[in-house]
């Protein structure tokens, strides 16, 4: 199942004005892992997770999707198995009902109608929205707009799924029911965010992200407990690996059963 | 609340409308496109003093606001906030064209009267004719049967994307003017350096918004060509709806309905 397989080798990328956002980044990643990318602010984790669906092309080094190099000519095939939910759902619902939205992608796939309706129902019903169905996605809260975004990055039967901060702007309990809507997906998943605690329960490995460059990457228990590592990143340790805040013992940075 | 995102509530109440079911939400939507491609022609093919001409043409909205449910209060609404632009036309009219044309009983009514009224008729028979189609079949309907009538996709495209980034820009504004707001402390009148800088924000943010979107419409396969989920077919009912309209249109156009029905009155009473 080689098209599962995401490789980077040598990743070099400069924004227009010659900031460097990526400095010489490889890893590769096997069919159906779930990866965290973690780093601070302006660490280049955005920028990485551009490339993967070749809506940046890199300047050097290169990007692989399976069988596919990201370049223009294998687009189609690209963002036929990579699904990106981006980081800011208003970005991505742009049809003025949720079902055309979700629709959108398969559309464009070009699938028959009756194919296209089974996958818009049955993606709305595996993120819990398909009661919305008719709304406007503009009149959604901020965590059915992001169900929403995803069912429709589901709708396209993507072999991975890439997101950008996916729990960014949820309250605590919309933030635990996208936690477990993610935990069921099969997908190979590759997951960039601040919530590192979120990270630490759905991903088994975690590549951290430092000034363009890897600083780190490995199973997420040994890396979310390095308080060095972090600091140094620009990071902390998970609120769950930190001590108890009234008797400041520490649970030893094991992910909860 | 602030007067803009008020502004947007108004906005969709079109498309809100257009989510009814009716016969006239039924028929394909090019056949509501057409029809109003008609009317239009026909409107604007009167001459500038013929007001009793364009009088029989109020059926036709009429006939589309009953059978499409469309509540008249919202046409008004919308006929209300277009109309300076009417007014301001033909506002001159009766000061520059002062020739009596028409004597009604003791009083004149001069030319320039006679095509300001005309103007008024036509703005209200034309936008209401435009409103109601919107209201009987959404805005992206339209443009996708404009597409299928042959217009270029990169004009539907750029209509597709400007009602879509409607709400983006004025959301982008709201939350400026907010920002603004808060911090401006109600302190005397916004400096235009202050409008010119938030204006300046505005244009940029919300091209790196098209941008972030574009981007999202990219990775999902989007290349360009506008694909709608439910294509509609054309029936036996939209053809007879066009050959009705334009069956109604060419008589008020060409049959003089209205001397005929005025020579019958005073046939009648005499």
Redesign the interface.
């Known amino acids: 199942m080689s098209h599962h397989i995401v490789e980077v080798k040598d990743l070099e990328y400069s924004y227009p004005d010659r900031t460097p956002a990526l400095r010489g980044v490889s890893f590769r990643i096997e069919h159906g892992e779930a990866v965290g990318l973690v780093g601070a602010n302006g660490a280049g984790k955005s920028t990485l997770l551009?490339h993967l669906?070749?809506?940046l092309f890199p300047e050097r080094g290169t990007v692989r999707i399976g069988d596919y190099p990201v370049t223009r000519q294998t687009l189609?095939q690209i963002?036929?198995s990579?699904?990106?939910v981006?980081q800011?759902p208003?970005?991505?619902l742009?049809?003025?009902t949720v079902?055309?939205d979700v629709?959108?992608?398969p559309?464009?796939?070009?699938l028959p109608?009756e194919e296209?309706e089974q996958r818009v129902v049955r993606s709305l019903e595996s993120t819990n929205s398909l009661h919305l169905r008719?709304r406007?996605p503009?009149r959604l809260s901020g965590g059915e707009k992001r169900s929403v975004a995803i069912a429709?990055?589901l709708a396209?039967s993507p072999d991975i799924l890439v997101m950008d901060e996916p729990t960014s702007g949820l309250d605590p309990r919309a933030r635990r029911r996208l936690m477990d809507l993610l935990a069921g997906f099969t997908h190979t998943k590759i997951i960039a965010s601040h919530d590192l605690d979120m990270i630490l329960s759905l991903c088994p490995r975690t590549i951290v992200l430092h000034q363009g460059t890897i600083a780190a990457d490995g199973p997420t228990a040994a890396v979310l407990a390095d308080q060095d590592l972090l600091l140094r990143s620009g990071l902390e340790l998970p609120l769950r690996v930190q001590g108890c805040p009234i008797c400041g013992r520490s649970c030893g940075g094991h992910p909860r059963p | 609340m602030t007067r803009i995102e008020a502004g947007i509530g108004d906005l969709d109440t079109l498309d809100r409308l257009a989510a009814q079911d009716s016969p006239i939400h039924r028929l394909d939507p090019r056949a509501k496109v057409i029809a109003t491609a008609l009317f239009l022609l026909t409107v604007v093919s009167f001459s500038k003093y013929d007001i009793a001409g364009l009088t029989p043409l109020f059926l036709y909205p009429a006939v589309l606001l009953t059978v499409g449910l469309v509540p008249v209060r919202v046409l008004l609404r919308y006929l209300l906030i277009a109309c300076p632009f009417a007014l301001l036309v033909g506002v001159f009219n009766p000061l520059l064209d002062r020739e009596i044309v028409v004597r009604w009983g003791g009083l004149g009514i001069s030319g320039g009267w006679l095509s300001f009224g005309s103007i008024v008729l036509r703005f209200l028979l034309t936008a209401s004719a435009v409103l109601l189609l919107l209201a009987c079949t959404g805005y992206v309907a339209v443009c996708a049967a404009l597409g299928r009538l042959g217009a270029p996709h990169l004009l539907t495209m750029q209509f597709l994307m400007l009602y879509r980034f409607i709400f983006i820009l004025t959301d982008e504004g709201s939350r400026m003017v907010r920002a603004h707001g808060l911090r401006s402390f109600g302190a005397g009148r916004t400096t235009i350096r202050v409008w010119g800088s938030l204006a300046g924000h505005l244009l940029l943010r919300a091209y790196d918004r098209g941008l972030r979107v574009h981007a999202a419409m990219l990775a999902r396969g989007f290349d360009g060509t506008p694909r709608t989920l439910r294509v509609s077919r054309w029936s036996l009912t939209d053809t007879a709806f066009v050959l009705g309209c334009g069956l109604f249109l060419a008589l008020v156009r060409f049959g003089d309905p209205v001397d005929r029905l005025g020579s019958w009155c005073v046939g009648v009473f005499r």
């Not at chain 1, 559309?107 to 070009?110: A, E, K, T």
Request: aromatic share 12%.
């Open positions: 551009l669906n070749g809506c189609p963002r036929r990579v699904g990106t981006f800011d208003n970005d991505q742009f049809m003025p079902e055309e629709a959108f992608g559309i464009n796939l070009q109608p296209v008719q406007p503009y429709a990055v396209m």
